[in-house]
Nanobody
Framework: QVQLVESGGGVVQAGGSLTLTCEAS????????VGWYRQAPESRRELVAD?????????RYVASVEGRYTISTDTNKNMVYLQMNDMKPEDTARYFC??????????WGQGTQVTVSS
């Protein structure tokens, strides 16, 4: 079973930056896509950003983070990153690393809490 371990969450002031890290227990080429979701209290979990592992490395971002967040990977270290800049109080949520495969399986990390103070 794939293990995904997130780190890098914390408390940051509005306008500040954080970088989240997700370490996978297997090589990233095993996945179809890697990405980040978030869930605020009493809200649905939403896709923040994801990246196609194969081919062109296409990325997608939810509109609210476009231009502020960047997803990237380090295939040598089996790492997935989420650089978050110009953060806003509405970015406060628990952030989860997510992977899926061509076999239509998926895995989730335990999540890391991000709190943005105004």
């Amino acid at each position: 079973q794939v293990q995904l371990v997130e780190s890098g969450g914390g408390v940051v002031q509005a306008g500040g930056s954080l970088t989240l890290t997700c370490e996978a227990s297997v090589k990233l080429f095993n996945f179809k896509t890697v990405g980040w979701y978030r869930q605020a209290p009493e809200s649905r979990r939403e896709l923040v950003a994801d990246m196609s592992v194969t081919g062109s490395g296409t990325t997608r971002y939810v509109a609210s983070v476009e231009g502020r967040y960047t997803i990237s990977t380090d295939t040598n270290k089996n790492m997935v990153y989420l650089q978050m800049n110009d953060m806003k109080p509405e970015d406060t949520a628990r952030y989860f690393c997510h992977t899926d495969t061509w076999r239509q399986t998926e895995d989730w990390g335990q999540g890391t809490q991000v709190t943005v103070s105004s």
